[in-house]
């Protein structure tokens, strides 16, 4: 599981990706890893994952292989991390269910984070869906970058 928390105390938010290694779908030339979103805003949570009913229209996925989406969206966040002059990086995976982006702000990093669940439940890419944002500092991004490089371990993928 990896983390992503709000600075903020009073109305806390929060954003967490929970790779389900027992539903790990290996193929030869393709690897999927589903995984669930748990968004947390003022104590009201939401959970976002393929459900049976969903008859394959589209699932929350990210690619293993060939791309290693874990290993793309580590990458761009350690690489905006330690260029000062990147002002914003944004990361949407192959089968887009969520975009995540943080952009440099004055005090901090603000945080966009958008679902796609139209993408996920019909047969055809939809612009439908709705975010969450808030604001996070370094040492809280590095944390979720680090919870993500052990949940990648944890599947034992290269």
């Not at 903020?8 to 193929?27: A, C, P, R, T, Y």
């Not at 929350?60 to 991390?81: A, H, M, W």
């Not at 995540?100 to 439940?121: C, M, P, Q, T």
């Amino acid at each position: 599981m990896a983390l992503l928390i709000s600075e903020d105390n009073e109305v806390k938010s929060s954003l967490e990706i929970v790779f389900l290694k027992n539903e790990l779908q290996e193929k030869e030339s393709i690897s999927w890893v589903p995984y669930k979103l748990i968004l947390l805003s003022a104590k009201k949570s939401l959970t976002f994952e393929t459900e049976s009913s969903n008859k394959g229209a589209g699932d929350y996925v990210l690619s293993l292989k060939p791309v290693n989406e874990i290993d793309n969206l580590i990458s761009g966040i350690q690489s905006f991390l330690g260029n000062e002059n990147k002002e914003m990086f944004s990361f949407e995976g192959l089968e887009p269910s969520f975009e995540l982006i943080f952009e440099r702000s004055h005090k901090g990093y603000a945080v966009y984070f958008w679902i796609d669940a139209g993408n996920v439940i019909s047969d055809h890419y939809t612009w439908d869906g709705f975010g969450l944002r808030f604001f996070t500092s370094e040492k809280n991004i590095k944390s979720f970058v680090n919870e993500l490089e052990k949940s990648k371990r944890e599947l034992q993928v290269e």
